[in-house]
């Protein structure tokens, strides 16, 4: 991290996406694919944004810059009033680790793991204790309604336990942007309303909440309702 690269900006969006796009491939080749374009929105602080679309829109492609996973190839990414798009990888690493956290579709635990194990590896570059992590574990597994299952294996919970794991595992860290990509994908509608409502309370909370989505009911419950067509973000509500 250089001088100039600081992490603690508190004031101002989320995000703040300036004309950014992503081109796959380079752009004088005829394989080249550019999946997003000139992308501009702001994402409040404590927010919850919802991003829909047809399959192979850019979504995840979206989430992935959104992420500090992928880079823009043009425009500006800045997240906390620090701008990204040509950070150090180091840096984004960082603000990464300090600011977010991630939950995927399908739930990235360790099957043969317990639960607590799982969820306190959501710590693992906290730089806390082994004994503050397992509190922490605990206290999340609680907030999302798990803690009689912490000492069960992950194989042995159904679809939407696993997901309630994932999320506890996510929040270990204390993140303030949660993404979250398909989170009830791989869920029936039941369990999907229910993971859903988890979310909303988390986020009411104050976290930064942004959710891929595919299905237009839960995209309804964004505050801010972001459409991805073509790699053309356009802001619904
Ligand atoms: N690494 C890559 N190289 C080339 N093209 C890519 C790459 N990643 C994504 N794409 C293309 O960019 C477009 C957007 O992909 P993306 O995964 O963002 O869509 P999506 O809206 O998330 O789709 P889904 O809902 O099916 O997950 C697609 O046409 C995809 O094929």
Redesign the pocket.
Known sequence: MTTSESLVRPHGPAYRIQGAGRR??DASSPTS?E??RDAAFDIPSGSLTTIA????????????LLGLIDRPTSGEIVVDGVPTATASDKFRTQLRATKMSFVFQSFHLMSSRSVLENVMLGGLYSGLSRAARMERAADRLARVGLESKARKTVATLSGGEKQRAAIARALVADPQILLCD?PTGNLDSKNSGAIVELLVELQSGGLTLVM?T?DPSIARVGSVQLR?KD?EVRRDA
């Open positions: 796959f491939g694919f999946a997003l679309g047809p399959s192979g829109s850019g979504k995840s492609t979206l989430l992935s398909e891929v595919h991805v790699g």
